[in-house]
């Protein structure tokens, strides 16, 4: 059996491992896109040809696991998409949305390319690649065997809490004369969620591929996360009177958001100014969430029996209508602007930033992981001068972290995840999803805990299991 690694490899996002099994089926394990900077190349050139693949099984809907399914199916790929029943709902809102900016901003840059006589570019994937794309999704329920090949591999998913859906995907694979236990961890959620109920563990397997995002650090603690939201709510809006832009991915980041901020409003703590939900994505995600409450914890539960409503509260609008988005700007009031994406690298937020980068009084806030060469991520690492847009913009907004509201848990708290396996029977662990010094530093806290055998895997490197 062998596996290679098309993405994730000693960087975050582009998810794609691609197992080939002892009889030659070829599953891809997510299709993920590449965000930042000088991605362009690597979400081109996929590594593997598309019509080789036989099954894609997707951990969870996230852009940067899920965001180039349309381009495997445009060059080729047929088959069987398997996904829990969640994330084969929000796979029909991301999907079409990618495919509406991947539209959308090409025609932009090479309108811009046109003028400056350079060569146009191509289009990942367009609506119509995204639609024959949905249209092989096979949803399975958490726990539901299901069977690929010819009775050689089977399957089933288990709860990781990162977001609505997400999985865990667990395989027993026939090599030879033996089976193999493989899990692939996906993203691990927060045991803590403020929404989703608690992970499940997994079986003992003999291969792990394991996340590593925050390998290297531990989150903020949840009481005083939330008063540290109350603080920069005060600050920005009450005492400066500025905008507090807040870039949060569209499912489960932005509804953790409204939530943290409806408890304030509950506990009269929020001041009286508009909260802009600016995400079409967003609101059809919350609708999605509202709709599953299967997936939420007693505490949120307990809430909306008693509030009636988790996401929603007075001054809180959600804005669909692009008119109703650019007014935002034209406005001079505090408020604060909740809007997609969370490595402002698309959608409506990078307008948002672009309008008020330069306004002292204008904080913000980044609520999770970015890519070092992403706009959020060149933000967070202080840059003084960005380009945004093909302009370049002096940065006197206030720039602050709340690295808590993150769906990815931390280093202890991916450890707590793994607590389920026997470390001494685990043949070889492979960290992915983390830039290198994050995983060199994770390897070492997981040697701690017995697991001997570590790989961090390089990008397209190819290992026999």
């Known amino acids: 059996m062998q596996l290679q690694f098309h993405g994730a490899a000693r960087i975050v996002t582009g998810s794609k491992h691609l197992i080939t099994t002892d009889l030659g089926t070829k599953i891809l394990l997510d299709c993920g896109l590449f965000q930042g900077i000088q991605t362009d190349e690597l979400n081109q050139n996929f590594g593997f040809d598309p019509a080789e693949i036989d099954y894609l099984v997707l951990s969870h809907a996230h852009i940067d696991h899920s965001g180039l399914i349309p381009r495997l199916v445009k060059q080729g ?14 796979c029909q809102i991301m999907l079409m949305d990618s495919a509406y900016i991947q539209e959308k901003d090409v025609d932009r840059i090479n309108k811009r390319r046109r003028k400056q006589g350079r060569e146009q570019l191509e289009m990942l994937y367009d609506s119509k690649d995204a639609e024959r794309a949905l249209d092989l999704l096979k949803p399975v329920r958490y726990g539901q065997n299901f069977q690929l090949g010819k009775d050689e591999v089977d399957v089933f998913f288990t709860d990781a809490a990162h977001i609505i859906g997400s999985a865990a995907v667990n395989m027993n694979i026939k090599d030879g004369g033996t089976f193999k236990k493989l899990t692939f961890t996906g993203d691990i959620g927060r045991p803590e969620d403020k929404i989703l109920r608690h992970w499940d563990a997994f079986p003992q397997a003999d291969f792990i591929i394991c996340e590593s995002t925050y390998g290297d650090r531990l989150h903020e603690a949840q009481p005083d996360l939330q008063a540290h939201l109350q603080r920069i709510v005060h600050k ?9 832009i807040i870039p949060a991915f569209a499912i489960d980041r932005t509804q953790e958001l409204i939530y943290a901020l409806d408890r304030l409003s509950s506990a009269g703590q929020l ?3 508009p909260v802009y939900i600016d995400s079409p994505l967003a609101i059809k995600a919350t609708r999605i969430m509202k709709s599953n409450e299967a997936y939420f914890n007693p505490e949120i539960l307990e809430y909306i029996e008693r509030d009636g409503d988790a996401f929603a509260f007075p001054y809180l609008h959600y804005v669909s209508d692009v008119a109703d988005s650019k007014a935002i700007n034209d406005r001079d009031e505090p408020c604060i602007i909740i809007s997609a ?14 309008n008020n980068i330069e306004k002292p009084t204008t904080t913000i806030l980044f ?19 960005v380009r945004i847009f093909g302009q370049d913009f002096e940065v006197k907004a206030n720039i602050q972290s709340l690295e808590s509201f993150s769906a990815h848990g931390d280093y202890n708290e991916m450890i707590d995840f793994l607590s389920c ?5 685990v043949s070889q662990l492979f960290l992915v999803h983390g830039e290198y010094d994050t995983q060199a530093a994770f390897k070492l806290k997981l040697q701690r805990e017995g697991f001997s055998h570590i790989h961090i895997p390089e990008m397209h490197e190819r290992v026999v299991v």
């Open 77 to 90: 790929f047929n088959g069987p998409i398997y996904c829990t029943g969640a994330t084969a709902d929000l």
């Open 236 to 244: 920005c809006c009450v005492e400066d009177r500025g905008k507090l």
């Open 271 to 273: 001041p009286r100014i």
């Open 341 to 354: 994406s969370g490595m402002a690298e698309a959608g409506r937020v990078k307008h948002h930033i672009k």
């Open 367 to 385: 609520v999770g992981y970015a890519a070092p060469h992403t706009l959020a991520g060149q933000l967070k690492n202080g840059e003084k001068n």
């Open 421 to 425: 396996q026997d470390a001494s029977r």
